[in-house]
């Protein structure tokens, strides 16, 4: 060959691999994209059931077509807390398994199919009608989903237009006494091995170095006992991912890399032994025979699933070796990390996680509340430690999750994905209010407590009434949010002008009572302050119910729609109001 021809071939061959791993990405982006937070919730139900988390971790991976994007999820939920060791296992093996597909997907395009008909639907021909329908569906529709299939359409192909590049690229290597003279040093199965796992380590891609491996077999360069080691190898090779990504989390989430890399390694050294040794004793016959596309992913897939059903009955041994190569203090404390940087490589899973830790902040506030507005009546300092802890929690999770979402809302989401992101978002900052509102009747009932005052019967008697409407409308906020049930949520808007209405009357009765004598300017200063709270509280459970309502209809003016409710005289509304002004009346 001419240095010509060589920088063409290596010009290629890059060009090719380029165009594979850009429309894997595209394509599993959209996938990613089309599941929604799904995968969260099926990875942390997954169970110790074996079978099931092997079914869970091929499908996943089927899904987004990425065996090494499932095993960071993996990581980044062990490290969250949200996952333990024992649960990953499963999932793992079936993720290599759920990978061997796309190497099948690959052996079509290089299959010889004398039908004509059947030959027609190689992806290397419909892929190209597939991605005139893809750039229609992207260009054209208005539909996020829509337009979400079109990119996977696109991805699709350009990833096998890759592979073209690539077997193009090896073609006249056939030709090449010299290159051929070469490739026999990966006769040696233990080089083999190491090249598949270094290659694929690099361009971490284990369907990427699959592919090129089949582009060399399309072109005759392959025999079985070159292809079956470097086939092993990358296996190996595709843990590199999980082993970067295990960097700077705890001891848990590192040994979910450890399982990775030990389920390879100990699948490879077993098949290695066995083919190693039965081929010196009996000396295999299809050894030295040329294989192609159709034989590389049928190696992956034995190699995957038969290592799977040897380890699966070990996998107690499996969590055992990952704790002795990563050993816990016992006096340390594993912590967690409270969501996970690399859960943002999966958006729709770090969202999902996000809108769980919502719920729980949302659980928080209300029982802060709820316990704040206990010590009105029976003050307890040890109570009001505990409170002041939830309410410095309620910051954490407001900083924390503020800084999550604006990093989310970057990045590119579903339709359904952005509607969770702006939900949390317009919520989380009234959840923290409420836990500083919480803080502040504390503040009161401590002053009651430390000063000895009592406020007068009428004052506690209409206190309780205000109290009881505030619990419910606590109660029917958090619970809307919760269940993302608007139905339940359009009934906090007319409690919230209830409670509006019974500040204002309180704040007149106690105005007659301070003018003839029965309070004092002292306890109408406490009382004004809660009131005050009281009020704002409501106001807050108004905007994280019309937020709620608001992000399922698709608008976002909140003036807008609280003047309409108002205004239109709405009759569900107007019944609301008058059964809560009859049931939380002052008289």
């Excluded at 059964?579 to 008289?587: D, E, G, P, T, V």
Aim: aromatic share 6%; net charge negative; glycine share 8%.
């Amino acid at each position: 060959m001419t240095s010509v021809e060589i920088i063409k071939m290596i010009a290629f061959l890059c060009g090719g691999l380029a165009f594979f791993l850009y429309g894997m990405n595209v394509m599993s982006s959209g996938l990613e994209k089309m599941s929604g937070g799904k995968l969260e919730g099926m990875l942390r139900k997954s169970t110790s059931n074996k079978l099931k988390s092997i079914s869970l971790g091929a499908g996943i991976t089927i899904a987004i077509q990425s065996s090494s994007a499932v095993t960071v999820m993996l990581v980044g939920l062990v490290n969250s807390g949200i996952m333990v060791l024992g649960q990953t296992i499963g999932v793992i093996m079936g993720s290599n398994i759920g990978t061997t597909l796309t190497a099948w997907i690959l052996a079509l395009n290089g299959a010889e199919i004398k039908n004509p008909f059947l030959a027609a639907l190689k992806p290397n021909i419909f892929s190209l009608v597939l991605a005139l329908l893809g750039i229609a569906m992207t260009m054209l529709s208005k539909n996020e989903k829509k337009k979400d299939i079109g990119s996977i359409l696109v991805g699709f192909a350009v990833l096998i237009y890759g592979m073209e590049l690539m077997g193009q690229a090896v073609d006249p290597l056939a030709e090449s006494e010299g290159f051929k003279q070469i490739l026999t040093a990966f006769e040696n199965p233990l080089l083999g091995v190491l090249l598949g796992a270094v290659f694929t380590g690099i361009i971490q891609s284990s369907a990427a170095s699959v592919g090129i491996l089949m582009g060399f077999a399309n072109a005759g360069l392959i025999t079985f006992r070159m292809a079956a080691p470097i086939v092993m190898g990358q296996n190996i090779g595709t843990c590199v991912t999980a082993l970067i990504s295990s960097i700077g989390v705890n001891k848990n989430a590192k040994r979910v890399a450890v399982v990775h890399i030990t389920f390879n390694l100990i699948g490879t050294a077993i098949f290695l032994l066995i083919y190693c040794l039965g081929d010196w004793l009996i000396g295999f016959s299809f050894s030295d025979m040329q294989v192609n596309s159709v034989t590389i992913a049928a190696i992956h897939t034995v190699f995957n699933v038969i290592t799977t059903l040897m380890l699966l009955p070990f996998s107690k041994m499996l969590e055992r070796i990952a704790n002795l190569v990563v050993k816990t203090d016992d006096e340390k404390v594993e912590e967690y990390s409270f969501i996970d940087q690399r859960l943002l490589a999966t958006p729709s899973v770090a969202i999902a996680e996000c809108d769980r830790k919502t719920r729980e902040m949302a659980r928080l506030a209300k029982n802060t509340m709820m316990g704040a507005m206990a010590m009105l009546e029976n003050y307890d300092p040890k109570v009001a430690e505990q409170l002041i802890k939830d309410e410095d929690q309620l910051d954490f999770y407001e900083d924390k999750l503020g800084t999550c979402l604006v990093q989310l809302s970057s990045k590119s989401l579903s339709d359904e994905d952005s509607k969770r992101v702006a939900k949390q978002l317009h919520t989380i900052g009234d959840f923290e209010r409420i836990g500083d509102h919480a803080l502040n009747l504390l503040m009161a009932a401590k002053e009651c407590h430390e000063k000895n005052v009592q406020f007068s019967a009428d004052a506690l008697k209409e206190l309780k009434v205000a109290t009881a409407a505030l619990t419910e409308i606590l109660d029917i906020t958090v619970e809307s949010f919760c269940k993302e049930d608007i139905v339940l949520a359009s009934k906090v808007e007319p409690l919230e002008q209830v409670i509006d209405h019974i500040m204002d009357k309180m704040k007149a009765l106690h105005i007659e009572r301070l003018q003839s004598g029965k309070c004092t300017i002292q306890l109408g200063f406490i009382l004004s302050d809660i009131l005050t709270n009281y009020e704002r509280i409501s106001d807050h459970c108004s905007n994280i119910a019309v937020a709620l309502i608001e992000t399922k209809q698709n608008a976002y003016e909140a003036h807008e729609y609280l003047n309409g409710l108002k205004q239109a005289g709405d009759p569900e509304y107007e019944t609301a109001y008058l059964n809560f002004r009859q049931k939380y009346s002052l008289k």
